[in-house]
């Protein structure tokens, strides 16, 4: 049985909506996803309306672009609000840990396998919450390195952001990132303060990893400060530099935030700099962290 012309509509428009969804999570502009993908910028302007029937091929190299998995783009009526991320933790399971998920499913009593020891403290957040101002002066009273994730993923693939992803697309740039968080991890196990670009929530594997080996806090501010703050800061990624603090802008920024903001609440505490002073939000951010996270500490019982 084939679907009719208005369920076929539908489709496309969902699938449409996923995809400026999908771009948008990842702080990506239309210009940039059309030349990562090698596809131009009009037909992804009508795939995105609704109004391209596009073909499977076009639609992997999207998805490729993006550091997305095809089927995340197909509309689909999930079982679950978390099937999606069910299905990426198989995928990256092993026998043993697929033979033990089984095994709980069915009603066994197998045990959850140990989590790895934190190794320290992730701030993130979108572009100015104060990581790096307030992160690098709690490194300072811990005594521990300060570390922005931005610079080590630059290190790790010996090039600038922007080349990473002009010559890797943002699959590549994934890469380099959990690359990076590995080596961080193992370089130092005594502790480090680190911050993580805005976007890293949106990969859901990658997270895993932070949130796996870190305590992650979430620096939070309102719409109009982090405009404020990355206007000051004379940098205005991931929105379009040629239109300034715009009002356009701001809803680019709002959009981004509204998109992130269940995934950034996933952090194991959130600290709000919204009309607070520097010294105020590093009182709040130190009490947010223990010297020993509680996680740490369970993990010792």
């Known amino acids: 049985m084939t679907d009719s012309p208005d369920a076929e509509s539908r489709f496309l428009e969902q699938l449409g909506q996923r995809v400026r969804t999908m771009r948008a999570l990842r702080g990506m502009s239309r210009k940039v996803l059309a030349k990562v993908s090698g596809i131009s910028e009009r ?64 009603g066994g009593s197998a045990s959850a396998p140990r989590r790895a020891p934190f190794c320290g403290i992730a701030l993130i957040g979108l572009r100015g ?29 010996g090039t600038s952001m922007n080349e990473i992803l002009l010559l890797h697309g943002q699959a590549g740039y994934r890469r380099y990132e959990r690359r990076a968080l590995f080596r961080i991890a193992e370089d130092h196990p005594a502790g480090v303060v680190m911050t993580t670009g805005g976007s890293i929530v949106s990969e859901r594997e990658t997270f895993d990893l932070l949130q796996s080996r870190f305590y992650c806090v979430w620096l939070k501010a309102s719409p109009e400060e982090h405009m404020a703050r990355v206007v000051a800061q004379g940098d205005m990624r991931p929105f379009d530099a040629t239109r300034g603090a715009t009002s356009e802008a701001m809803e680019d920024l709002r959009r981004i935030l509204s998109s992130r903001e269940a995934l950034y609440a996933r952090a194991d505490a959130v600290v709000d700099t919204a009309a607070r002073t520097l010294k105020q939000s590093l009182k709040d951010l130190e009490r947010a962290v223990p010297k020993t996270t509680v996680r740490e500490q369970a993990e010792r019982t």
């Open 43 to 106: 037909y992804i302007a009508q795939l995105e309306s609704g109004k391209g029937n596009v073909s499977i091929v076009l639609l992997r190299r999207v998805s490729d672009a993006m550091g997305a998995h095809l089927e995340d783009l197909l509309p689909s009526a999930d079982p679950t609000p978390d099937w999606q991320m069910f299905r990426d933790l198989l995928r990256k399971a092993t026998p043993a840990q697929i033979a033990q998920a089984k095994d709980l499913l069915a």
């Open 129 to 157: 919450a104060g990581k790096s101002t307030l992160g690098s002066q709690l490194a300072a009273e811990r005594g521990v390195p300060f570390i922005e994730l931005d610079r080590e993923i630059e290190r790790e693939a």
